[in-house]
């Protein structure tokens, strides 16, 4: 094996010395391009180099199985060393490449800044390497696909996926089977809610703020099919009535609870990332979250007996049911990567080798993210991690669309559903005109 773990800072010190925020003074890289197929082997084809992997992954658990994965790689292309750089994030590897000091491969933990890679070239297009090599990208489901490319351009490919669904303690369920329609949701929060005499929550059936850890505006949306764009690219938030369906759902369960009360109750939970989860210790009877929160409960909550289920759905819209929100790690190739050729190699391996696949995701308990890895027998799988392989796998379940303003769009929704769980917004439809409002105007500003 030759994966050599190096610090961020001693890269990006070395980046620092010559990043001007541009390219000027720098000779660009070769492209990563189709080239004609080699004969015999492509380990004997390829010549020898050393890439610069740069990630997100930051655990000591987290990098041992990346260094397993990078270890499949080196028995296939032993002439290659990878020298990996944990705990980078979007903003390091954006810059890097701006300054002339791009790493050979990048991945990244959210989809957020997949669009703007792709539009302005900072991620090689793998199109043609991809019909190269004759990969069919159906092994991948359609939502995988779309939340790793932009634009005609498949400037990434995912490698590990996440997706969300309902947890619920059992215990706590007395029996009752976990919700799915939005209705069945309220009336079974409203039953498993505990209070004191002066209203004071001692347990909350389920929590609908949005402001509570993963009820974000893109981990909800996709119970009621809502739509964030029109096809020009412009916001459809308040065109869409699946936005003021969810959005009057949820104020409607927060007066149920009282603002003031669920506030503080909320704001007395442990945090998101400790052994001091509400789930864990029955504060909470049903949460929505990620399929990593089982790994999470098997190291620091042994003893609790809950089941996983997908999300609850409109109740118009029974044909959601089973599906629910996806993202995920994508990798590509940045612009001015030293050995194209060779970081293709690696790319193509982490995403598409069935092994290097079901290692990381048995390590790190995400969603392998092609057919054959969520299929295979090495898989780890039980009842509850197999819900989330399903949800991810449901034709219907759904991300939320590239934007080169993605995050600046997901913010300013998630900023008015504050507002509005708040009782600060007297005219909903008004207030969701304002948020196309924002978004649109944005979009202007970025050139459409």
Same mark, same amino acid.
């Given at each position: ?8 800072? !001693? =890269? ?6 010559? &990043? ?18 080699? *004969?015999?082997?492509?380990?004997? !084809? ?7 992997? #740069?990630?997100?992954? *930051?655990? %000591? ?8 994965? $990078?270890?499949?790689? +080196? ?21 890097? $490449? ?9 991945? *990244? ?20 390497? $991809?019909?190269? /090599?004759? $990969?069919? @990208?159906?092994? @991948? ?56 005499? %002066? ?20 981990? &909800? ?21 699946? #936005?003021?369906?969810?959005?009057? #759902? ?17 704001? *007395? ?23 990593w929160r089982n790994a999470m409960i098997a190291n620091e909550a042994k003893d609790l007996d809950y ?6 759905? !409109? ?14 790690? =994508? ?58 392989? +399903? ?12 934007? =080169?303003?993605s995050v600046f769009n997901q913010e300013v929704m998630s900023t008015f559903m504050t507002k ?7 005219? &909903? ?5 304002? =948020?196309?409002?924002?978004? /649109? ?8």
């Amino acid at each position: 094996m030759r994966f050599v773990p190096l610090s961020v800072a !001693a =890269v990006l010190a070395l980046a620092a010395s010559t &990043l001007t925020g541009c390219t000027a003074n720098k000779q660009a890289g070769p492209s990563l391009g189709a080239q004609p197929r080699p *004969s015999g082997s492509a380990s004997q !084809a390829l010549p020898a180099a050393t890439l610069e992997l #740069w990630h997100g992954f *930051s655990t %000591d658990a987290e990098v041992k199985a990346f260094e397993e994965a $990078i270890a499949g790689f +080196n028995k296939k292309f032993p002439q290659i060393t990878v020298k990996a750089v944990k705990n980078v994030q979007d903003d390091q590897i954006t810059q890097a $490449i701006r300054g002339g000091n791009a790493p050979d491969v990048a991945a *990244s933990f959210t989809t957020d800044s997949v669009a703007q890679w792709c539009r302005s070239g900072s991620f090689q297009d793998l199109t043609p390497v $991809i019909k190269q /090599d004759g $990969i069919d @990208l159906s092994v @991948l489901p359609e939502v995988a696909r779309s939340y790793s490319g932009f634009e005609g351009r498949q400037c990434t490919l995912p490698l590990l996926a996440d997706a969300y669904g309902l947890y619920y303690n059992k215990a706590l369920m007395k029996g009752e089977q976990p919700p799915k329609t939005l209705s069945e949701l309220t009336a079974l929060a409203k039953k498993l809610t505990v209070r004191d005499a %002066d209203g004071t929550i001692k347990v909350a059936g389920f929590i609908p703020s949005v402001q509570y850890y993963e009820n974000s505006p893109t981990h &909800l949306a996709p119970m009621v099919g809502a739509k964030w764009y029109n096809d020009d690219g412009t916001s459809a938030i308040g065109s869409d009535p699946a #936005w003021k369906r969810l959005l009057t #759902w949820q104020k409607e369960l927060v007066d149920w609870y009282g603002y003031a009360n669920l506030e503080k109750f909320r704001k *007395s939970l442990g945090d998101e990332w400790s052994a001091k989860h509400p789930f864990y210790q029955g504060k909470v009877a049903m949460v929505l979250d990620g399929e990593w929160r089982n790994a999470m409960i098997a190291n620091e909550a042994k003893d609790l007996d809950y089941g996983t289920a997908p999300l609850p759905v !409109a109740d118009d819209r029974p044909d959601l049911y089973g599906s629910g929100f996806t993202a995920g790690t =994508v990798i590509g190739v940045p612009k001015g990567a030293k050995h194209p050729q060779q970081a293709w190699e690696l790319v193509k391996h982490l995403t598409t080798d069935t092994a290097s696949l079901v290692t990381l995701s048995n390590a790190l308990r995400n969603v392998p993210t092609t057919k054959a890895s969520m299929e295979s027998p090495d898989l780890a799988k039980d009842a509850n991690f197999t819900t989330f392989l +399903n949800i991810f796998a449901h034709p219907k379940t759904s991300t939320i669309p590239a934007s =080169v303003n993605s995050v600046f769009n997901q913010e300013v929704m998630s900023t008015f559903m504050t507002k509005w769980e708040k009782g600060s917004v007297p005219d &909903l439809d008004a207030g969701l005109k304002g =948020v196309d409002k924002q978004i /649109d105007d944005k979009l202007k500003l970025s050139g459409g």
